[in-house]
């Protein structure tokens, strides 16, 4: 196959799957247009299960995730200025993740809204556990998330310093999470490992930053036994 027919067949899909997307909006419309403000709201969640309709995407998976990332928040927004109930958020935005894995708004938003809007801090846990696994430079945000999510929701203080713990080995992370990680430690009643933990970090760190407040950091618990 040429040059030539390769692109007029990229052509070709894209103008079918245009059509799809746009028969999609143009029914959704319509029946809006017919049904109450309740019908609307459950009408933009209509998922099916992600496994059955990516063979029918032909490979434009990622085009369809961004397709409903947008639908997940006007959903968002019709439930925030509405009723508050917030049912098919978390298909929604599950949905997003396994089409488009590498899609960090949407593991963000998760974060952000899932525990507290929907009540919900374990499905914010396995969305942002795919996300770990799956994005790039932007991943200790993540893992700082995850960890939150156990501090603040679980209680879980010991995880909650191992996740901040991996995130400050991550590249391009504020120093500062550093810190958080040995003071979670510590309010998990393990001063020592702690200390060990920036002690190990400062010997691994490449960023300078981050040694040179590792370096304050181990120096406060020589001095005070206190990281803050």
């Known amino acids: 196959m040429n040059m030539i027919q390769r692109t007029s067949r990229v052509l070709i899909w894209l103008a079918v799957f245009g059509c799809l997307l746009g028969s999609i909006a143009v029914m959704q419309n319509r029946i809006t247009r017919e049904k109450d403000a309740s019908w609307y709201r459950q009408s933009m969640a209509f998922l099916p299960q992600s496994d059955r309709i990516a063979p029918y995407l032909m490979g434009f998976q990622t085009t369809y995730a961004a397709f409903l990332w947008i639908k ?48 919900n801090p374990d499905a914010a846990r396995t969305i942002l556990d795919r996300g770990i696994s799956n994005v790039g430079q932007r991943r200790w945000k993540l893992l700082f998330y995850r960890g939150w999510i156990e501090y603040r929701y679980q209680h879980d203080y010991l995880r909650a310093a191992e996740y901040l713990g991996r995130a400050a080995r991550e590249k391009g992370v504020p120093p500062y999470i550093a810190g958080l990680a040995a003071t979670f430690y510590q309010n998990a009643g393990m001063k020592n490992m702690g200390r060990i933990y920036l002690q190990s970090l400062y010997l691994s760190a490449e960023d300078p930053k981050v040694k040179r407040y590792v370096e304050k950091e181990l120096k406060k618990f020589d001095t005070a036994g206190v990281a803050r």
């Open 72 to 119: 997940t928040t006007l959903y968002f927004g019709s439930e925030y200025m509405g009723p508050r109930q917030f049912s098919w958020l978390i298909a929604m935005i599950d949905m997003v993740t396994r089409l488009n894995p590498r899609f960090f708004p949407a593991y963000e938003f998760a974060a952000l809204f899932l525990p507290d809007y929907c009540k």
